[in-house]
């Protein structure tokens, strides 16, 4: 028989996630960043050799997408001796576990497992999704199943929980809507080909008058009167990006005015524009453009 942990705790400086029944798990550790109302855990545990497992229900709905597993497969399970199924056992699986619902993490003499974790309340979800999401009938467990949308979405969002330099509230709300709207989305709806005159007006206004500020997703919903999943989705199709690529596009379109036509310093620039330092503002600057402030303002005064 493996090793019985009694409690396992995967630690981040501000949060303490605990595995339900953990049995043969040797450590974890995990990061936190709560997107939307969403808790998401970017988590990796590692297992002493032979049969590990763990209950994955949570005191929430509880979202599991499998990123890497080193030496096998993981499984979800309904029944410990009841193993998946052959067609089901492929790589980067998700698994979807309603709240208090036992639904076990199994593996067998594999080394360690990584994922992304979500835990959220369904029925507060609709405030941000309106009536886009069918979570209504979601009362039983959807294990193992692939969707290359959402896994592109869960890694991208597993690198912003470690980035010591987060992309921001905008980002992660919209990668962490995108994520769940790929999955449980409901696909009858029929809606405009972008927001209204009026709400793009107002929404840009307010956006231009805030390059300053860590503006939020529901925030800019709530100006246009939509939820948080509609805005997203009309305003990309207005402006051809995501909010939060269209307010970083500004702050970089801001910061150049300052550097070459104002001739402002870097670090007023970086501050004027929401950054948190020069040295931030210069690696996000570089990302965009290419080139750093310096060569860039170099080569235009040239």
Request: aromatic share 8%; proline share 3%.
């Amino acid at each position: 028989m493996p090793r019985i942990v009694h409690e396992m705790f995967a630690l981040d400086g501000h949060d303490t996630f605990r595995f339900r029944s953990p049995h043969g798990m040797r450590a974890a550790r995990g990061r936190l960043r709560t997107f939307a109302g969403v808790d998401v855990r970017h988590l990796q545990h590692f297992n002493h050799p032979g049969r590990a497992w763990h209950d994955l229900s949570g005191e929430r709905d509880t979202l599991t997408i499998v990123l890497a597993e080193i030496g096998g497969r993981c499984e979800a399970r309904t029944n410990l001796q009841s193993p998946a199924a052959l067609d089901r056992q492929r790589p980067n699986h998700i698994s979807f576990v309603p709240a208090q619902m036992q639904v076990w993490g199994y593996t067998d003499n594999m080394e360690s497992v990584r994922e992304l974790r979500l835990s959220f309340d369904r029925w507060t979800l609709e405030e941000r999704f309106g009536t886009d999401l069918d979570l209504a009938r979601k009362e039983t467990p959807e294990l193992m199943f692939q969707d290359k949308r959402a896994l592109e979405c869960a890694r991208l969002l597993a690198a912003e929980c470690d980035s010591a330099e987060p992309l921001g509230s905008l980002y992660g709300e919209g990668l962490t809507l995108a994520l769940l709207g790929a999955l449980f989305q409901k696909r009858t709806y029929h809606e405009a080909s972008g927001l209204a005159a009026s709400q793009l007006r107002l929404v840009l206004d307010f956006m231009h008058e805030h390059l300053d500020a860590q503006l939020s997703l529901s925030q800019l919903a709530y100006l246009a009167g939509l939820s948080s999943s509609q805005f997203a989705r009309l305003f990309k199709a207005s402006t051809g990006v995501s909010p939060h690529r269209y307010h970083l596009n500004t702050r970089i379109g801001k910061a150049q005015a300052l550097l070459f036509t104002e001739g402002k310093r870097l670090s007023e620039v970086a501050l004027t524009t929401g950054f948190a330092d020069q040295s931030h503002f210069s690696r996000v600057f570089k990302k965009a453009i290419g080139t750093t402030p310096s060569a860039w303002l170099k080569d235009r005064r040239s």
